[in-house]
């Protein structure tokens, strides 16, 4: 006579069952779940993996290192215009369980599939002699044919991004380095709003129908604005013009960089921004800033899309400017 | 002025664009990519990760490792009855990459993919200090309501499963030992097919359609039949009683189990088999077996479900089964 339930089916039930919410998901008894767009929609699918000590701090909260696994692939869906139908999840755990851990890191997915409608739709756990991985698969729903495309963007486009640009990049090299935050004369708020904006991402799903219905092009900007912004013109045959001064930064990044001007350069190519940076025909930018507005999502202008193959970021001086290293790249 | 193309951008280029020939993958060259079932169908999603040092050996061929992690998730779409549609990839790489690792790895997913009709739509390669981990998140389709549960066994149908059971559990202890290889009195061609079935799944996607037209339950078996059986009638609510002589082995098995009996417990609930467990209603044996001939998948019967909730294995002296551990567990 065999037993019936292994340490991992009891985990699975104690921790994950809670987040699976959507029929489809059968409670997470079975081997698979079932799932349909709705009539006249198709899904859009992405998958991101993060990793413990690369993509996270391994002292990092269990609820935020969650938050971070789901929302780098939430801000996918929210910069396709996709809205959130589901996940899967694949946890690697290095032995022992720590159950406490566990329990903190479901309870901040839980809070998120709430918080995004987006619920769990069935998982691996499996054990790692290495650092917590999770992979997440993300599935969004958009009316057929709808997807923004990184290869939309059109020349004579307005360039946007939403929210801010850089805390993130600048947040992972304070908390490396507490001794950063006086030499860049920031305050304790100011320092505390750089780290949380590299440990939790604020995917701008709000704005993903505005960017269906306006949007030529658009990705999120997870590498970097400068090298996803090249990206984006490269798929669209396109080049752009940016105004490095419109790029909009908090107030944190903006006394950082006046304390050390080189930090244009982090702010600019260093990622984990999970902002959204989408092309606006002309027609609709006003149209466009409303829905933003009616959103709850501020979106700035920084340039234009322009014919040829090049992206320039412009300095206040008027020059060109060139970076080092234009995004980031894990190999 | 930003280069538009990173090491990440062009390793996938080079090794997995071929992969994804699916028209809503978009070449891999968006951030997402775009699914829709056929009218009338409902998406089966499964995910399951394997860990290098964990899953596979890392001196594995690299072609195996990429077919073992694809065909693990097929396994689990063949037993629901799911036609395979697609699959996403997040692959956790130690630096340096090593590029005809990577090239091989490629090149036995790609072979895959073609094999099983089942392209890439996306994926994330990223960095880790860890071994080699795999999450793949597939895909298929079934008409609406039709997919095969793991809850839906009833008492009086009887319990088949495909293929031979315990090879892939013999193989991987022949693997770690070789010396067992002359205590089993196993020939170089007996070792040989024990430990290839650990190395490669051969997942019975050929079954399941006609899974889909008979079967009230299934699953497959991944983790140990004893273990496996037993999670299918609890989902179920019902017991079983399974003839263990009537289980089907191997010629390498059975002979493995002859030079020493005692094996028959890691036949039993070893795992790693990715062969299909399902029960089929008295009246649809005959149509199931016509139709299994037809599919070439060899099915064998080995016990009936039964009202209760004990799941009994009796041994050829009529004896109950007892294991020391039902199933694979990682935790």
Same mark, same amino acid.
């Given at each position: 006579m065999a037993s019936s339930q292994s340490a991992e089916d009891r985990l699975i039930a104690r921790h994950f069952k809670p987040l699976?919410?959507?029929?489809?998901? =059968?409670? #997470?008894? $079975?081997?698979a779940a079932v799932l349909t767009p709705p009539p006249g929609h198709e899904l859009v699918l992405k998958t991101d993996g993060i990793v413990g000590g690369v993509h =996270?701090? #391994?002292? $990092?909260?269990p609820e935020t290192v969650a938050q971070k696994a789901l929302r780098v692939n939430l801000s996918d869906l929210a910069s396709k215009g996709a809205r959130p139908a589901g996940f899967l999840l694949t946890l690697a755990l290095p032995a022992p369980i720590d159950d406490r851990w566990l329990s903190r890191f479901a309870r901040g997915l839980g809070a998120d599939a709430r918080r995004y409608g987006c619920p769990l739709f069935g998982g691996d756990t499996v054990h790692t002699p290495g650092p917590v991985t999770i992979s997440v698969a993300a599935f969004g729903t958009v009316p057929k044919g709808t997807m923004v495309r990184r290869g939309g963007a059109r020349a004579g486009d307005r360039i946007f991004v939403t929210g801010t640009i850089g805390d993130a990049a600048l947040g992972v090299r304070v908390r490396m380095d507490k001794k950063l935050a006086r030499r860049w004369t920031l305050d304790a708020a100011m320092r505390r709003h750089l780290e949380t904006r590299y440990l939790v991402p604020q995917p701008r799903n709000a704005l993903a129908e505005a960017l269906r219905r306006h949007a030529n092009g658009g990705m999120d900007v997870s590498d970097g604005l400068a090298g996803d912004l090249a990206k984006l013109c490269r798929a669209s045959g396109v080049g752009a013009e940016v105004?490095?001064?419109?790029v909009p930064l908090s107030k944190a990044a903006r006394r950082a960089l006046k304390a050390a001007p080189p930090l244009i350069e982090p702010i600019l190519t260093g990622g984990d921004d999970f902002e959204i940076l989408a092309t606006i025909p002309a027609r609709k930018v006003a149209s466009f800033r409303a829905a933003a507005k009616r959103a709850g999502v501020a979106v700035t202008e920084i340039g234009r899309i322009v014919v040829g193959k090049s992206t320039r970021f412009r300095s206040a001086d008027g020059r060109t400017m060139t970076f080092a290293r234009a995004s980031y790249s894990h190999f």
């Open positions: 699976a919410t959507h029929p489809g998901a =059968f409670g #997470l008894v $079975d081997d =996270f701090f #391994l002292d $990092d909260p105004d490095a001064t419109l």
